[in-house]
């Protein structure tokens, strides 16, 4: 399984961007999607998850409001829309995928598939 992150970049606070997660090889439809991300010098945290189907889903406080999470099973690609954009989202957004069926896990130790992330910066 492969997958392969996009859509970062450099913001100013307030902004909006989105993130995208191909995943190929591999990869089944019924793998929950999860996105996280590290800041320099600290763990890296979950941010938001959906289920296989797209019909739950779950996120960290932190972005609750501000960022969606979403997944079109036909593409195989998985999106993070992230609006007003602090300087505190600042990291590298990791897309992973857990092939356990069940409830979206926000346990960044419970997925099995990771992909290479892509950096966001937002200015304040």
């Known amino acids: 399984v492969q997958l392969q992150a996009s859509g970062g970049g450099l913001v100013q606070a307030g902004g909006s961007l989105r993130l995208s997660c191909a995943a190929s090889?591999?990869?089944?439809?019924?793998?929950?999607m999860g996105w996280f991300r590290q800041a320099p010098g600290k763990e890296r945290e979950f941010v938001a998850a959906?289920?296989?189907?797209?019909?739950?889903?779950a996120y960290a406080d932190s972005v609750k409001g501000r960022f969606t999470i979403s997944r079109v099973n036909a593409m195989n690609t998985v999106y993070l829309q992230m609006n007003s954009l602090k300087p505190e989202d600042t990291a590298v957004y990791f897309c992973?995928?857990?092939?356990?069926?069940?409830?979206?896990?926000?346990?960044?130790?419970?997925?099995?598939?990771w992909g290479q992330g892509t950096l966001v910066t937002v200015s304040s």
């Open positions: 992973a995928a857990d092939r356990k069926i069940g409830v979206p896990t926000t346990d960044v130790g419970e997925y099995d598939y």
């Open positions: 090889g591999r990869f089944s439809r019924t793998y929950n």
């Open positions: 959906i289920r296989w189907s797209g019909g739950g889903t």
